[in-house]
Structures are given as structure tokens and as C-alpha cells.
């Protein structure tokens, strides 16, 4: 795939990478939350044939079914595409299912048009926050990645508003033009593709060294012969000849223990993505408004309003693990934040079951402002977090698939909750949100026992967290934790980080350059 050097090095090649990945981000949040408020126009009901609660809940959630065949396709394509190509191909589907959903007149045109959309974000989901984790330093990757879950809230929010907005215009272009605007950032991003660079991690995994080592030091700004750029090279060399050891990783092998754990790590990824979705988060993204009317019974009118300001706290409280990820690290907000969700659904339950009763309004009210609550926690916890952890937690040589698989939880699961969500909002009402209140606090105690810190480590260093069966992840982790501001970096899985840094110290000393790719 061509590139064009537009960008430059240093600090202004890492933005346009950033700026690109937060395009990518804008768009998905722009698509999960835009069929909110088109689903209560009435020239959409009066075009689509008044559809009922179940066949709404199937048309919403088949993007979802679509995005869940994005991760499939990546799977099987993303190591031979690599990153900027799969971002490239992403995009192409989003465009080809944007124009179908625009130009529909019946439900099952409208249908293929959100699932070939979906095959599109399925592709980008799954590889833009690897792309980005992938080219940044490890003591920045927290912040850079969850920033884009946060700007998936940014999408979310002018969904929102611009449906709003475009309620008023009447006719068809009020559903019509907004679900066109997802072309303007797919076109963003596909232009700005072609000016970044791919993956070094993808390149030497690929043979591809010396075209890997130039991306690492246009990315940091820094010469080939820097200490910091042989020092990432050795680790990441020395990463994948542990990791190819007796031929390499079988797929069919995945239940089988190897020298660094990847069947477990990939069921780490799966669930961390699955307590992304089943906490009830898309209930509110993209039911809000239908249940400010039918729970709460607030009109029509003030429930989008009301609706649009609750997605303003989920970028509000994204603020948090953008700007202090590296510092709390993943585990803390991961736990106490499932458990502030799940105080807030059975609140909501408990206000709600008042309904019919002298006092239903009062109750009502106070209902609403735990939905702006859920939405806070989960900005500042489990929004971000494990869109930042799963490309993380996984090997080099599995990241690509493996990111796949654990983001296809996220979709699989958003289909399987936002299907039944119409259903289950209109008939049980206020117990429906006992059901999330329990699998909220269920992820507590198992976030506390199966999943290890990885904030501040560089993506080799996490390896060697799951080389040592006898500790396990979460122990050690919290071991290097403690020794980390006494000894500096860990070791990693053959060589210690002291003695690799020292040694690619004096290679570049002695001009080594690019010849040290031979050397490792």
C-alpha cells in the first residue's frame, strides 16, 4: 500500500497516528449511537412499516451481527493485510453500508446496509487500538488508547444531537442525512491512512526489519543508532524468537499451555471485551430515549434531550482514564467501577418499581439521574479500559487474532443485549435492570483474581509475566509493581533488560546501526 510522507517525524507523525485512530473512534461511536434517535422518527416507522419491538431490536442489533463478522474476517485476513491496510479495507466497508442504509425503502435493504457497515467497524474496532498501542511508548500506551474509547463518546454525543436537531427538518432527509454523515469520517480516515506508517511490530514479524526499525525511529524522532530504538528492537526481536520457538503457535493448539500462555491471554482478551458489553452499557447508548418514554414517561421530546445530555457524561467520565490511566493502572478502575454500575442498575430498578404508586414521579425523576451516574462510572472505567487491555495483554505473534477474538466478544454480546433489550425494556420494565446489576457485580471478584496489572510495562515486558506457572500473572505483577521504582524496568523472557540495554549501548557506540538486527 503506497504511503505519502506528509507527516513527517517525531511528535507530529504520533499525532497524525492519533488523529487518525480517533477519527477511526469518532466514527464507531458515531455509528453505535445515531440509530437512537432514528428509530422513534416518524417517516422512518412510516417508511420501514411501523415495525415492532422485536423486529426493531433485530434491525438495530444486525450491525452489531455484522461488526461480530468484521473481527471473523480479521481474523483470518488481518496478518496478511497488517495495520494500515486492514484500517484502509475497514473503511471501504463503511461506506459501501452507509450509502445502503441511506438510500433504503424497506426493512431488509436497511438491514444488509447496517450489516455490511458493521463488517466495516468490526475491522477497524479490532485493529485501530492495536495499531495505536503498537506505535507509542509503553509509558504513554494507557492514555493513548483509552483516549479513543473516549472519543467514542464524542461520536456518540453528536449522533445524538444532530438527530435532534434534524427531528425538527421533518421528511425523509431527517434520517436519512444523518446516517449519510458516517461517509465524512470514513473519507477522513481513508486519507489519512495513506500518509502513516505500518506497524514496526507487524514489519519484524514479518522479515520486514530493516523497514521496521526506520518506522521506529521516524515514529520517536530519534536516529537508528539510538540506545531507546535498539533497546525496543532487541525486545521485541527476542519476544518473537520465544514466541516461534518449536515452530511457532498453532491455533488449534489454543487450549494448550506454551511458553507464554496464549490460549489464556486470549480468554483474558474475550473477557474483558464480554464485561465491556454485559454491564448494560448499550441499553442506555442506544435505548435512552425509548426509555425515558416508556419507564420513565417523560415525552418524546424531552426524553432526547434528556437523552443526548446522559451520553455527555460518558466523554465526561472517559476524561478520567485518559488523563491517569498510567498512573491508577487497569485493575482498580476495572473493579470498583463494575461495582459503582452495579449499584446504579439496581437503583434505577428499585426507583422504577414505583411506577403506578402516588409518588411515581418523584421516583421517576430520581431514576433518570442514576442513568447520568452509570454513565459516568462507565467513562471512567469500563468504557476505556479494556479497549486499552486486550491488545495489550496478548503475544505478538496471536495480537492480531487474538485481538480479534476478544473484540468480538464486544460485538457478539452488544448484538445478543441490544436484541433483546426492546423486548425485555417493554415487558419485565424495572426488573430488566436487575439482570445487569448482577453481572456487574459479579465482574468484581473476577477481575481480582484472574487479571494481572499491565500499566507501564512495555508489551514484551507483559510477556514475562505469564513465563513463571508457578506465581501466575496476577501475583508477579503485583511483585513488579513493588519493585518497579526501586530496580526500574523487569527483565524480559531471556535476557536481562539491564544487560540488553547495555549491550545495545554499545553497539550503537561502535556504529552498529542497522547491522544489530543481525546480531539479535
Not at 526506520?214 to 537508528?224: A, M
Not at 470498583?336 to 442498575?345: A, R, V
Request: net charge neutral; hydrophobic share 45%; proline share 4%.
Amino acid at each position: 500500500m503506497v504511503k505519502v510522507d506528509v507527516f513527517g517525524t517525531g511528535f507530529a507523525l504520533q499525532a497524525a497516528i492519533w488523529v487518525a485512530c480517533g477519527m477511526a473512534f469518532i466514527l464507531f461511536g458515531y455509528d453505535q449511537g445515531v440509530f437512537s434517535g432514528i428509530v422513534e422518527n416518524d417517516n422512518y416507522l412510516e417508511t420501514m412499516g411501523h415495525p415492532n419491538d422485536s423486529l426493531t431490536g433485530i434491525i438495530v442489533s444486525i450491525y452489531n451481527l455484522g461488526c461480530f463478522s468484521g473481527c471473523i474476517v480479521n481474523f483470518l485476513l488481518g496478518d496478511w493485510l497488517g495495520r494500515r491496510r486492514a484500517m484502509w479495507f475497514a473503511m471501504t466497508w463503511v461506506i459501501i453500508g452507509a450509502t445502503l442504509q441511506c438510500s433504503a425503502y424497506s426493512v431488509p435493504h436497511m438491514m444488509v446496509g447496517r450489516f455490511v457497515c458493521g463488517i466495516g467497524t468490526g475491522i477497524e474496532t479490532s485493529t485501530v487500538p492495536m495499531y495505536q498501542a503498537e506505535l507509542c511508548e509503553a509509558s504513554k500506551r494507557g492514555k493513548l488508547v483509552c483516549s479513543e474509547p473516549l472519543l467514542v463518546g464524542v461520536g456518540i454525543v453528536i449522533s445524538y444531537f444532530f438527530d435532534y436537531g434534524m427531528s425538527f427538518v421533518g421528511g425523509q432527509i431527517a434520517w436519512r442525512l444523518p446516517i449519510a454523515c458516517q461517509m465524512v469520517w470514513a473519507f477522513i480516515v481513508t486519507l489519512l491512512v495513506f500518509g502513516l506508517p505500518e506497524s514496526p511490530r507487524f514489519c519484524y514479524q514479518h522479515g520486514r526489519n530493516y523497514e521496521a526499525l526506520q518506522i521506529l525511529s521516524d515514529v520517536y524522532g530519534k536516529p537508528k543508532e539510538d540506545p531507546q530504538i535498539l533497546s525496543e528492537q532487541t525486545e521485541i526481536l527476542e519476544a518473537i524468537s520465544v514466541e516461534t520457538e518449536n515452530g511457532g503457535f498453532k491455533w488449534r493448539n489454543i487450549f494448550k499451555r506454551d511458553e507464554v500462555s496464549t490460549g489464556y491471554r486470549v480468554l483474558l482478551a474475550y473477557g474483558m471485551q464480554f464485561m465491556n458489553q454485559v454491564g448494560g452499557i448499550n441499553l442506555v447508548v442506544y435505548f435512552i430515549p425509548t426509555i425515558l418514554n416508556t419507564n420513565v414517561g417523560l415525552s418524546k421530546n424531552l426524553s432526547q434531550i434528556i437523552g443526548g445530555c446522559v451520553q455527555i457524561m460518558f466523554v465526561i467520565g472517559s476524561l478520567f482514564p485518559t488523563i491517569f490511566v498510567d498512573r491508577v493502572g487497569r485493575r482498580q478502575p476495572m473493579m470498583w467501577g463494575s461495582f459503582g454500575l452495579g449499584i446504579c442498575m439496581m437503583m434505577v430498578a428499585i426507583l422504577l418499581s414505583f411506577k403506578g404508586q402516588a409518588n411515581e414521579h418523584a421516583t421517576s425523576s430520581a431514576a433518570v439521574v442514576f442513568f447520568f451516574v452509570y454513565m459516568l462510572i462507565f467513562g471512567a472505567s469500563v468504557n476505556c479500559i479494556p479497549w486499552c487491555y486486550v491488545p495489550e495483554i496478548l503475544p505478538l505473534h496471536a495480537r492480531t487474532k487474538g485481538t480479534a477474538i476478544g473484540v468480538s466478544s464486544n460485538w457478539i454480546w452488544n448484538f445478543f443485549v441490544v436484541m433483546i433489550t426492546p423486548v425485555i425494556i417493554n415487558r419485565l420494565q424495572w426488573k430488566a435492570y436487575l439482570i445487569f446489576m448482577c453481572t456487574n457485580f459479579a465482574f468484581v471478584p473476577l477481575i481480582y483474581f484472574f487479571y494481572p496489572e499491565t500499566a507501564k510495562m512495555t508489551l514484551e515486558e507483559i510477556d514475562y509475566l505469564f513465563t513463571n506457572p508457578d506465581k501466575g500473572p496476577v501475583k508477579l505483577s503485583k511483585e513488579i509493581a513493588k519493585e518497579r521504582p526501586e530496580h526500574g524496568r523487569v527483565g524480559t523472557l531471556g535476557m536481562d533488560r539491564g544487560e540488553a540495554k547495555r549491550e545495545t549501548e554499545e553497539d550503537s557506540k561502535s556504529g552498529a546501526g542497522e547491522e544489530h538486527i543481525e546480531k539479535v
